[in-house]
């Protein structure tokens, strides 16, 4: 019988176990957080603890994280990498599940804006954070040193998508700068590497939403029409000269929301 993945340690009160779900759009996997209390030297299996993020319906991924004591499954938003192992691990421990959508819910409640969730010894802030999509999340794990968790709302590195016309650039961009309000703290991602702080991260996802809308502009301006009167493959090759071609559908859907954007922000 194969070992199981063990998490790893990334911080007093936080493991990390990693999805072997690589892609061009979850990058190295989708990272799955457990926490506990961070009084504990280690994270042995039985220990109490809350689950940021299930991840895909991956058997070796789901029984090792029901070795420990599951108390609550948090997710990010609806996205089957995040939400599509919850049901087969709700079978395997039955711990209740919370979401900002009822249909990901399992004997819980949907999210409130800024409530304080606390279970395994650990107090969590919910955030929500709409723009990636309009369910999305990020969680504040609460204490002596304060850590955000951020979903698919900002990337380990590169740029996330917008899946418009559900997630707004608007709204994004209200989400970013958010937690750019909120002190400066270590920040995990749901994809990518770890960082020790997240201003630099938001302060760059900001300028380089603004960079690419005035690409945006400059393209419009290119072929003498508005925001209102393009569509998003005129503007592919003048926006993304060197986009790989797996990516077209992404750039595409952030075309849409910047182009929505723009003809309601000139």
Do not use: W
């Not at 606390?118 to 955030?127: C, E, H, K, P, S």
């Not at 917008?162 to 700068?177: I, N, W």
């Not at 945006?216 to 998003?232: C, E, F, M, S, Y």
């Amino acid at each position: 019988m194969a070992l199981l993945p063990s998490p790893t340690i990334i911080a007093p009160g936080i493991g990390l176990l990693r999805a072997q779900n690589p892609s061009e759009m979850t990058l190295d996997g989708t990272n799955s957080y457990l926490l506990f209390d961070p009084a504990l030297d280690e994270l042995a299996p039985g220990t109490p603890a809350v689950l940021i993020d299930p991840g895909p319906d991956l058997e070796d991924h789901l029984q090792a994280l029901a070795a420990f004591d599951i108390q609550l499954v948090l997710i990010t938003h609806r996205h089957s990498d995040h939400t599509g192992g919850i049901d087969s691990f709700y079978r395997m421990t039955g711990a209740p599940v919370r979401a900002v959508l009822p249909e990901f819910c399992r004997d819980a409640a949907v999210f409130t804006d800024q409530e304080v969730v606390n279970a395994a010894g650990v107090d969590i802030q919910v955030l929500f954070t709409p723009g990636h999509t309009s369910d999305s999340v990020c969680f504040i794990r609460q204490g002596q040193s304060d850590h955000l968790f951020t979903g698919d709302t900002v990337l380990g590195r590169g740029t996330t998508i917008l899946e418009h016309p559900d997630g707004t650039l608007a709204d994004y961009l209200g989400s970013l700068q958010r937690l750019l309000d909120l002190e400066d703290m270590a920040l995990h991602p749901a994809h990518g590497q770890q960082h020790d702080s997240s201003h630099p991260l938001l302060r760059m996802y900001l300028e380089h939403r603004h960079a690419r809308l005035d690409q945006v502009r400059a393209a419009l301006q290119k072929l003498g029409k508005a925001g209102a009167d393009a569509r998003p493959a005129e503007l592919l090759e003048l926006v993304y000269p060197d986009l790989d071609a797996r990516l077209a559908g992404a750039a595409t859907h952030s075309l849409e929301a910047q182009l929505h954007y723009l003809s309601v922000n000139p």
